[in-house]
């Protein structure tokens, strides 16, 4: 088309000119003063009429495409800011989140002092963490020159944690409630009912222990609250332990099978107390 146009651009124009010119006298000619097209401005209409509206929406398709185009390209810029304003959202969010959290364990902590006036106390890190099918332990960053020794009860804001098996002067090994070693002597707080909490090595994995040697008939419910009873005077009586999970009377047995679930989150402690002496 373009190689034809080149080739005959003089003809090309020549020829635009006179059907301009026709028009344009025939568009005067037709023109009349009454309101009653006449035949030969019918013809004329006729004839543009359809030029006229391939023109109008070529040229409105054109502008309508532009301002579509400028209206995409702005929705585009808008939805990219709204995505950084989401996103900055979200991190502060999630550090007010992280700040609540250290707020109510700091808090927590304050707590459990208060209530542990009687006690002497030693504030920890936990920077080493040992569990495994046998072993539910962790170290902690202070020891003997801090007096911490062998035996002592090592405690957080929600209760009982364990107790410390092993001390250097600037370390400790602490023995969890999870462990399958460890024993604890328990009560209900509602009714007072007796019996021993110790680890399980397949409950330890879901944060939970057994309640052992309680009898038959013992008054002990689902949702029963479980504190340490003091006996023995290796733990000071009145430390939560957790809440009773499950009771099940077992077929020829006097006892009930009794699961835990231990107030505190073994393993994600950051900080624990240690209890010198009570």
């Not at 097209?37 to 023109?55: D, E, H, M, R, W």
């Not at 009145?238 to 099940?248: A, D, F, N, Y």
């Amino acid at each position: 088309m373009w190689n034809f146009i080149n080739r005959n651009y003089w003809n090309v124009v020549i020829v635009s000119a006179v059907v301009l010119a026709l028009i344009c006298s025939v568009a005067v000619i037709a023109r009349g003063d009454g309101t009653e097209a006449s035949g030969l401005t019918n013809v004329v209409n006729v004839i543009v009429t359809p030029i006229k509206s391939v023109f109008g929406a070529v040229t409105g398709g054109i502008g309508n495409f532009f301002e579509d185009l400028s209206q995409s390209k702005s929705a585009v810029k808008e939805n990219k800011q709204l995505k950084k304003q989401i996103k900055q959202l979200e991190n502060e969010n999630e550090r007010l989140d992280e700040l609540k959290n250290e707020n109510d364990r700091l808090r927590k902590m304050l707590d459990l002092k208060d209530r542990q006036d009687n006690y002497t106390t030693v504030a920890c890190e936990v920077v080493g963490r040992s569990f495994s099918t046998w072993n539910n332990e962790f170290v902690v960053n202070k020891g003997t020159a801090d007096g911490i020794d062998v035996g002592n009860v090592v405690t957080d804001s929600g209760g009982l944690v364990g107790s410390v098996t092993m001390a250097g002067t600037n370390w400790a090994r602490v023995t969890t409630v999870l462990d399958s070693y460890s024993s604890v002597s328990a009560n209900v707080i509602r009714s007072g009912e007796c019996g021993i909490v110790e680890g399980d090595i397949k409950l330890a994995s879901s944060g939970e222990c057994a309640f052992n040697y309680t009898v038959k008939d013992a008054d002990i419910s689902i949702g029963d609250t479980l504190e340490t009873s003091g006996l023995g005077n290796m733990y000071p009586k009145g430390i939560i332990i957790g809440k009773v999970k499950t009771v099940e009377a077992v077929s020829g047995q006097i006892t009930k099978k009794i699961t835990v679930d231990v107030a505190v989150d073994i393993y994600n402690l950051k900080e624990v107390t240690v209890i010198t002496s009570f």
